[in-house]
């Protein structure tokens, strides 16, 4: 299997652009994770989807934030509009049933 | 809710040992994890450790676990240049939902 695959791998974009960010997980993990780091606040979950159902949303920061996951096999982490306070590195993660963690390469995004 | 903490860095020379440590406060804590994430890449399960182990040995690296005390190590013996890179440590919450991580630890290992 290839690992969690994420795209794009560096985004920059201008204040107020849309911006979406894609994942695909591993083959026949049931859970799914989106993550967003930066130097400040360290890894932060911004919520994770339990055989595509969205389970906690809790950590996205406002409802400028928005996240699908219309199958098993795609996500979509989606900002609209940015700002620059956006800008940090978002990781995208699965789950296999032995409750074992893999991670993406990660999305460098940058709001200028 | 769940804290998971850790210290910023650390600094040892090669072929000397390090220890990471982690405290962490959900004493239902089931699964326990280091991560280890090199620059510019994502993060890489290094080892992980079931709640009811005290210890955990896997080559170079070892895992101590004191429930009591909530604390978390990770001892990496012979540290290698290539062993620089920020080490996170993790716990699943009840229910096996989310992972909790702490907020990492650079190590840097100086030839």
């Known amino acids: 299997d290839a690992g969690v695959i994420q795209s794009p791998r560096h985004e920059v974009t201008e204040m107020g652009q849309e911006v979406t960010l894609r994942c695909k997980p591993i083959s026949g993990h049931n859970s799914l994770f989106w993550y967003r780091q930066t130097m400040m606040r360290g890894l932060e979950l911004l919520i994770y989807f339990n055989n595509n159902v969205p389970i906690d949303d809790s950590g996205m920061p406002e409802d400028r934030f928005s996240a699908k996951m219309p199958n098993a096999s795609f996500s979509t982490l989606k900002i609209q509009p940015s700002e620059p306070r956006d800008s940090a590195v978002y990781f995208c993660?699965?789950?296999?049933?032995?409750?074992?963690?893999?991670f993406g390469s990660g999305t460098q995004l940058s709001v200028l | 809710g769940e804290d998971v903490e850790q210290s910023l860095f650390l600094s040892v020379r090669e072929g000397d040992s390090s220890v990471i440590n982690c405290t962490y406060t959900?004493?239902?804590?089931?699964?326990l994890y280091w991560y280890k994430q090199e620059p510019g890449a994502g993060l890489q399960l290094l080892t992980y450790?079931?709640?009811?182990?005290d210890m955990k040995q896997d080559q170079r690296l070892t895992v101590l676990l004191n429930k009591k005390d909530k604390h978390l190590s990770l001892r990496i013996a012979d540290t290698q240049t290539g062993d620089s890179a920020i080490y996170f440590c993790a716990e699943t919450n009840t229910g096996f939902q989310k992972l909790v991580f702490g907020t990492g630890t650079r190590l840097l290992v100086s030839p």
């Open positions: 450790i079931f709640s009811n182990m």
């Open positions: 959900d004493s239902s804590s089931t699964y």
């Open positions: 993660a699965s789950r296999d049933d032995n409750e074992k963690l893999f």
